[in-house]
Nanobody, 127 residues
Framework: QVQLAESGGGLVQTGGSLRLACAAS????????MGWFRQAPGKEREFVAA????????AYADSVKGRFTISRDDAKNTVHLQMNSLKPEDNAVYYC????????????????????WGQGTQVTVSS
């Protein structure tokens, strides 16, 4: 079992920044790959960013590439998503997720690769 808890969401103006955090518990953090997904009203949940178990590889959706950065702190069992240059189209509930069965250098890019999910945190970008 892995428990995930997101924090750091909120209201920000266009062009602003937010830093999301996801605290994990219940399993050795180094044994899971981590990802961030988001879901806007009326839309399907979509991939945002992922980091491999060993932290050496990251991946991003084209829509956030160059603006968002995912990182993991294994000492604190936490993964962060730094979001800069936010746009109204970034409005969504952001979820972190943990994947148990990926290789050490593999990033999970699809929902089906993840085994555990947090409750989500709302990000609202005002225009």
């Amino acid at each position: 079992q892995v428990q995930l808890a997101e924090s750091g969401g909120g209201l920000v103006q266009t062009g602003g920044s937010l830093r999301l955090a996801c605290a994990a518990s219940g399993r050795t953090f180094r044994s899971v790959a981590m990802g961030w997904f988001r879901q806007a009203p009326g839309k399907e949940r979509e991939f945002v960013a992922a980091v491999s178990r060993n932290g050496g590889n990251t991946a991003y959706a084209d829509s956030v590439k160059g603006r968002f950065t995912i990182s993991r702190d294994d000492a604190k069992n936490t993964v962060h998503l730094q979001m800069n240059s936010l746009k109204p189209e970034d409005n969504a509930v952001y979820y972190c997720a943990a994947a148990l069965f990926l290789g050490a250098q593999t990033m999970g890019l699809t929902l089906s690769e993840y085994n555990y999910w947090g409750q989500g945190t709302q990000v609202t970008v005002s225009s």
